[in-house]
């Protein structure tokens, strides 16, 4: 169990920069997706961590001690990497046991740590296959099994699952959660999925061109995302201009909204599309708007339905797949007080997290 | 049945105009209009390995030559071929033609200028400056060929080999090397061939004092022993076909081949 500590962590490549100002704590034992698009730099901050690049600026420090100019041999950071990148000369048991055998230790010991640990990521009796032999999923859990049996540190994995099918990512998801609760190692994941980064981690750091525009759990970045940025890379769909007075939001059309959160003047408000509930009949109620259906998707989990408020107002409803609609049909959308959510202009600007 | 007839007309043609050779290395007199030799003999395989024919002398020489040699060249070739492989750096283009130049000016055209420096350095006649002189066209083949190899090796491997505790060393021996075998015998073969069958480059700089089996050889066919020039001839080839024969193997290893890059 270790506590990682990123600051003004700083890289350019060519005049380009991948990583500016980076300032960021992983707890011991904690599970965190740095989450952002393909190209932000998350990457980029992995590979300084492990110790392949160095950063232009910044310190990087495991358990207190700055590491910044200790090779990455002597990090005990393990990192497992996107195409698994078994060694294709080794068996799948000697793949396990490479780290084993870099740190001496003798050919005995090895193999059964090896065959142990082949155990746990429920690849009993592979050891003495090769590489090629095995399916996208079973090598990237050998990978896996090669970075944990050297009981690192930390474990950094960059986009492991983005090259396995949807059923097999749900499994290895689960598995690698099993791995961290066993072993207590301190996990940071690089996703572009943000799917992927809720699910698996205790907190999210998402960032946008190098820069972190927020650190909080899943269930904040959801409900409270700190710009329109992250609200729309979170999933969110309905955005609206709004003149508030406290708790009174007025939508363009002159409707009053009620929202939890005081503010005066103008903002941009949200609210999830899967809080949104729908009603076939009127209803006396605070935030009850009254709509038309004008687009039903189902997706099988949910059903999508477009509403229109007013003449260019529309609003994304998610709503179980047994409720039915259809095109044309009048409802009334209800907007819980407590899920309205906002930002003012201040707060899209890139704010610098989590300074210890 | 297309296939193997072709397989025998490439041992054919590769191997018939040795055939006359190994006639001669075994017969005495054997002239034009005769269709069978007069005479068979050991007598020029016994020359071969007499002392007073100094072909052995010749053929240690060589090996040891050829062997430096090889090790020379991929120990600058390996970092050289690494670089120009995986990074990008400016002048990488034109680097690489000036690589190609030895390939390309004739050793002729620059003999007379090396003579004259390995003199000035009191280096003429010696057994290292046969080996530089060697290196000249070796070097650039190598690293032109492991420089190919390294342009399809994936470097997260490295990267991954390092995060798991191994040091540079380790990663070079136990990662990188296994993993681009192929093309390092590949390119072992090609320099110790160059360096085996030189001869005029060698010629000049050995000053008479390095006598390697080419110039055995070409002493031999000057004197018109055709007997004993065809032993020597065969004994010639076969350091390079058994060298050849064992890299076959090395290549045809599965193992060795998936280490290039596409797992």
Redesign the interface.
């Known amino acids: 169990m270790s506590q990682l500590v990123l600051q003004n962590l700083t890289k350019h490549f060519s005049g380009a920069t991948a990583v500016q100002d980076l300032w960021l704590e992983v707890q011991a034992g904690e599970i965190l997706a740095l989450l952002g698009p393909s190209g932000c730099g998350k990457s980029t901050i992995l590979?300084m961590i492990?110790?392949?690049l160095q950063p232009d600026r910044g310190t990087i420090a495991l358990d207190g001690k700055l590491i910044n100019r200790v090779?990455?041999?002597?990090?005990d950071?393990?990192?497992v990497?996107q195409?698994g990148?078994?060694?294709?000369?080794l068996t799948v048991g000697e793949n396990v046991a490479?780290?084993l055998?870099?740190?001496g230790i003798n050919r005995a010991e090895r193999e059964e740590k090896a065959i142990a640990m082949l155990h746990q990521v429920q690849l009993d009796g592979f050891g003495d296959r090769?590489?090629?032999a095995l399916s996208g999923g079973q090598a990237q859990r050998v990978a896996l099994a090669?970075?944990l049996v050297?009981r690192p540190k930390l474990l950094?994995l960059d986009e492991p699952l983005s090259a396995l099918d949807a059923n097999l990512r749900a499994e290895m998801q689960d598995l690698i959660l099993r791995l961290q609760t066993q072993t207590g190692v301190t996990l940071l994941i690089v996703t572009h999925d943000q799917a992927e980064a809720v699910v698996m981690s205790q907190r999210i750091a998402l960032m946008f061109n190098g820069r972190l525009r927020q650190v909080d759990s899943p269930e904040q970045i959801y409900q409270q995302p700190s710009d329109e940025t992250v609200a729309q890379f979170m999933g969110g769909v309905n955005f609206f201009a709004i003149q508030a007075q406290g708790q009174q939001w007025k939508l363009p059309n002159g409707l009053v909204l009620v929202s939890q959160h005081r503010h005066q003047g103008a903002i941009r408000a949200t609210i999830r599309p899967e809080q949104i509930q729908v009603f076939t009949e009127m209803r006396s109620q605070n935030n009850i708007i009254p709509a038309t259906v004008i687009a039903n998707r189902f997706t099988g989990t949910q059903r999508r339905l477009t509403l229109a408020i007013a003449a260019n107002l529309t609003l994304q409803a998610w709503v179980t797949p047994t409720q039915d609609f259809h095109v044309g049909q009048a409802v009334w959308a209800y907007l819980p007080p407590e899920n309205l959510w906002y930002f003012s202009q201040a707060s899209a600007l890139p704010q610098a997290v989590e300074v210890p | 049945m297309l296939k193997n007839t072709l397989i025998v007309l490439v041992i054919v043609v590769l191997f018939l105009p040795l055939l006359p050779l190994l006639v001669w290395s075994f017969s005495q007199g054997w002239f034009f209009p005769q269709f069978i030799p007069e005479q068979w003999t050991f007598q020029h395989w016994i020359q071969v390995f007499s002392p007073a024919s100094r072909v052995m002398e010749g053929l240690v020489q060589s090996l040891a030559i050829a062997l430096t040699t090889t090790m020379l060249s991929l120990l600058v070739g390996l970092p050289a071929g690494r670089a120009i492989g995986l990074m990008e750096f400016p002048g990488k283009a034109a680097l690489k033609l000036f690589l190609l130049t030895p390939i390309i000016v004739s050793p002729l055209a620059t003999l007379m200028g090396m003579q004259f420096v390995l003199i000035r350095l009191g280096l003429n006649g010696t057994l290292f400056a046969v080996v530089l002189v060697h290196l000249m066209p070796t070097i650039p083949y190598m690293t032109l060929v492991l420089a190919s190899v390294f342009a399809n090796f994936?470097m997260?491997?490295e990267?991954?080999?390092?995060?798991?505790?191994?040091?540079p060393l380790?990663v070079l021996s136990?990662?990188t090397l296994?993993?681009i075998a192929p093309g390092v015998v590949v390119g072992a073969l090609f320099a110790f061939l160059i360096s085996w069958n030189e001869f005029l480059l060698t010629f000049f700089v050995s000053a008479g004092r390095v006598f390697t089996l080419p110039m055995v050889l070409f002493t031999l066919l000057q004197g018109g022993n055709n007997g004993l020039t065809a032993a020597v001839a065969i004994t010639s080839v076969v350091p390079g076909l058994l060298f050849l024969l064992l890299a076959s193997n090395a290549l045809q290893n599965e193992?060795?081949l998936?280490?290039l890059g596409n797992?």
Do not use: N, W
Not at chain 1, 71 to 75: A, I, L, N, S, Y
Not at chain 2, 159 to 167: D, F, H
């Open positions: 590979q492990a110790g392949v090779p990455p041999e002597k990090r950071i393990a990192l990497l195409r990148l078994l060694f294709p000369h490479f780290g055998k870099m740190r090769k590489p090629s090669r970075s050297i950094l | 994936d997260g491997y990267i991954q080999a390092r995060s798991l505790g191994a040091s380790q136990q990662v296994p993993l193992t060795t998936a280490g797992v």
